[in-house]
């Protein structure tokens, strides 16, 4: 079956689409409020097969972010009972707890650690609102992690180019499914 042949080759036809940076900044807009997918699966193709244009690309991904990051901040200063009912459902309150704990200790470091964390980000720009996080220092702190981040993975995937995207494509059905039968055997693992 070539699943994931075909989800990449549309991927890498996306990437391409003369809207794809609108829609790079959208989904990493939205992303740091609720959106579930990170704006990395957009970044990392759009930088593969543009990669002069890598570096523009991570500025426009992270100044997305962080604007989104200051609705998520918002909803945590002006509405998280609202907000937090959400929260439990989509079973992010252990990340929720993590990062309280992590900003009751740390502060304002918490949100530089948070552009490389594996918590999703939104759990994040929430928290900083709920803790009364002032708001300059968090956003200026936000933009120089999702920065430093987005900077990593587009001149990352820019450096391997259209070449490594041939190679990827070469191998994707292998590494697409091998990521199937690892969650497969994670679950059944942990549950």
Known sequence: MNIFGAMYDKTMQ????????????????????FFPVPPDVMLIP???SKPKDAL?????????????????????????DFVQGYIIKLGYQPYWD???SWFEKWGILVVFVAGFSPIPY???TIAAGVMLMVFLPFVATAF???LARFVLVAKLA????????????????LIGWSVVVL???AYLILR
């Open 14 to 33: 996306w990437s391409r689409h003369r809207f794809a940076v609108f829609w790079l900044c959208l989904v990493s807009f939205i992303e740091a409020i």
């Open 46 to 48: 759009m930088s593969m």
């Open 56 to 80: 523009k690309l991570a500025f426009y991904t992270a100044l997305a972010s962080v604007m989104g990051g200051m609705i998520g901040y918002g909803l945590g200063y002006y509405a998280f």
């Open 98 to 100: 993590t990062a309280i």
């Open 122 to 124: 939104k759990i994040f």
């Open 144 to 146: 120089i992690s999702r």
């Open 158 to 173: 820019a450096w391997g180019g259209e070449k490594f995207a041939a190679k990827l494509r070469k191998s994707i059905e």
């Open 183 to 185: 969650a497969v055997i």
